[in-house]
């Protein structure tokens, strides 16, 4: 007993310094250039603004999840966006424990903590900053696969808590994005199957109580704090009936170059998979097709749907690593494949490693903005209201010199609300004329002093009664009221 537990603190020390290196390249560690991604900027300006009284969706639109906003809200109340990066650096830990009890149910504490490793390397791969509502459903979806391959293992009855924990998973999902919870939808239906086939009505009862209990936990805070600011209409209008029908509209389905790319991001998942069906195709059909069904899902409906963004793939690498983990111990007794495993991980891992550590750690110039976000905040006068219209993300790296950036990032240096609760343009907004007419409506009702464009879509601006103060090399233009 007493060997066990040191095992399992030395396991889970490594785990906790691979989760903090996995970490080192990211925009919001202290050690970060500042480079923040578009949605990070989003995510967190709402939150600042929510803290300053504003209503989320009633003020300011975003299509994400509520779940998404309470979190940096209390990220922004303590650290700031060094917060972020901690949530980050615990949401890699937990993932990487997870897939360290994955491998275990097949294989022995040091080659789980090799399969860690090695996943730690693969999870690189989309090398975008974590933060997204993919990245923190991530650990829920690894959750209910580490349930997957117990209970495929010894075939018993699901405790308590593990339904809990798996409806309280599917709660964290439904409030950041729903899609997440495709790899936990199979997990849920197999536990259905089992207790069909060994029916108990107190079993039945105790889930049926796991399940209101774990959603409830999670759902009803959230819901009453929306139904207490008055914005439920608001979070329907934005969050559900947005993305099933103007982001839908707006985003075409799968290009060849976003297939190409997350077929890539894929591409040992696959050699995994492939390996996995040859193992159990005449051992074990009722794993291969639990197993399966969670991996196509998970792949369906989160990593190949309209939108192909890299962190899209997040919520699938808890089945990756339940398939490796399975083939591992008879992968071992075939060289070829072994060193192809290894030597696809590392080298992923590796290489997108330096990548990112390039991209998040590299000099960079925020003087631009800083400068832009002076002037605004100098001269807004009595007016409160802002506005950054329609700009486009824009960097343009040089290994030479320091990159340079202007995009939304500006929004985090700017005092004031924002003149429009459609505050930055998603996709979608440009197929529905009530939006745009609505945006119109309230810089024209706020009347800002200052806005800021891009020369390429300013003509909007400019019919509104605005004329152009300054512009700058790249075409982004400060506009004044007449």
């Known amino acids: 007993m007493e060997r066990t537990r040191i095992t399992n603190t030395v396991a889970y020390s490594i785990i906790a310094l691979l989760a903090f290196v996995f970490m080192l390249p990211h925009s919001m560690a202290?050690?970060?250039?500042?480079?923040?991604?578009?949605?990070?900027?989003?995510?967190?300006?709402?939150?600042?603004?929510?803290?300053?009284?504003?209503?989320?969706?009633?003020?300011m639109f975003d299509h994400k999840g509520p779940l998404v906003y309470i979190v940096y809200s209390l990220c922004a109340r303590t650290g700031g966006l060094y917060s972020v990066w901690i949530l980050d650096m615990l949401i890699a830990f937990g993932v990487f424990s997870l897939f360290y009890k994955i491998g275990r149910v097949y294989t022995d504490e040091k080659n789980s903590l090799i399969i860690t490793g090695l996943m730690a390397g693969y999870l690189s791969l989309p090398f975008v900053d974590e933060g997204e509502p993919e990245w923190m459903a991530m650990i829920g979806c690894a959750y209910t696969c580490y349930l997957l391959a117990k209970h495929l293992?010894?075939?018993?009855?699901?405790?308590?808590?593990e339904v809990f924990g798996l409806s309280a998973a599917v709660g964290v999902c439904l409030l950041t994005k729903p899609n997440t919870s495709a790899g936990i939808i199979p997990v849920a239906l197999y536990i259905l199957y089992h207790l069909i086939r060994n029916w108990d009505a107190k079993v039945f009862a105790r889930y049926a109580l796991a399940v209101v209990t774990g959603l409830g936990v999670v759902m009803l805070p959230v819901i009453g704090w929306m139904?207490?600011?008055?914005?439920?209409?608001?979070?329907?209008?934005?969050?559900?009936?947005?993305?099933?029908?103007?982001?839908?509209?707006?985003?075409?389905?799968?290009?060849?170059?976003?297939?190409?790319?997350?077929?890539?991001i894929c591409l040992p998942a696959f050699l995994f998979f492939v390996l996995f069906i040859r193992q159990n195709y005449r051992?074990?059909?009722?794993?291969?097709?639990?197993?399966?069904?969670?991996?196509?899902?998970s792949l369906l409906l989160n990593a190949f749907t309209k939108n192909?963004?890299?962190?899209?793939?997040?919520p699938c690498f808890g089945i990756f690593a339940l398939l490796l983990a399975s083939i591992w111990e008879e992968v071992r007794l075939h060289k070829i494949a072994y060193r192809t495993i290894w030597a696809l991980c590392l080298t992923i891992g590796i290489a997108t490693f330096g990548v990112r550590s390039y991209l998040r750690l590299v000099p960079f110039d925020t003087s631009h903005d800083q400068e832009v976000a002076s002037f605004?905040?100098?001269?807004?006068?009595?007016?409160?209201?802002?506005?950054?219209?329609g700009v486009e993300d824009r960097s343009m790296w040089s290994f030479k010199n320091p990159a340079y950036c202007f995009h939304y990032r500006l929004w985090l240096?700017?005092?004031?609300?924002?003149?429009?609760?459609?505050?930055?343009?998603?996709?979608?907004?440009?197929?529905?004329?009530?939006?745009?007419?609505?945006?119109?409506?309230?810089?024209?009702?706020?009347?800002?002093?200052?806005?800021?464009?891009?020369?390429?879509?300013?003509?909007d601006i400019l019919q509104l009664g605005y004329t152009i103060y300054s512009q700058d090399q790249y075409g982004y233009q400060i506009l004044t009221k007449r």
Not at 244 to 255: C, F, L, R, T
Not at 376 to 389: A, T
């Open 308 to 314: 192909c963004y890299p962190h899209y793939v997040y």
């Open 227 to 264: 139904y207490y600011q008055g914005n439920l209409n608001d979070f329907v209008e934005c969050y559900l009936l947005f993305n099933m029908q103007d982001y839908g509209e707006q985003v075409d389905y799968n290009s060849w170059q976003g297939l190409l790319a997350m077929s890539g």
């Open 413 to 459: 240096l700017v005092d004031g609300k924002p003149a429009s609760r459609y505050f930055y343009h998603p996709l979608g907004m440009s197929q529905s004329p009530q939006m745009l007419e609505e945006s119109w409506t309230e810089i024209q009702e706020h009347a800002p002093k200052w806005i800021v464009a891009h020369e390429q879509n300013s003509q």
């Open 376 to 389: 605004l905040n100098e001269n807004r006068g009595e007016s409160e209201y802002v506005m950054i219209y």
């Open 30 to 59: 202290p050690w970060g250039n500042g480079d923040l991604p578009t949605d990070i900027c989003v995510y967190y300006r709402c939150a600042e603004w929510m803290n300053q009284g504003l209503v989320m969706y009633q003020d």
């Open 283 to 297: 051992k074990n059909r009722k794993t291969l097709f639990w197993i399966s069904l969670t991996f196509l899902m």
């Open 153 to 161: 293992k010894d075939e018993g009855y699901f405790s308590f808590g």
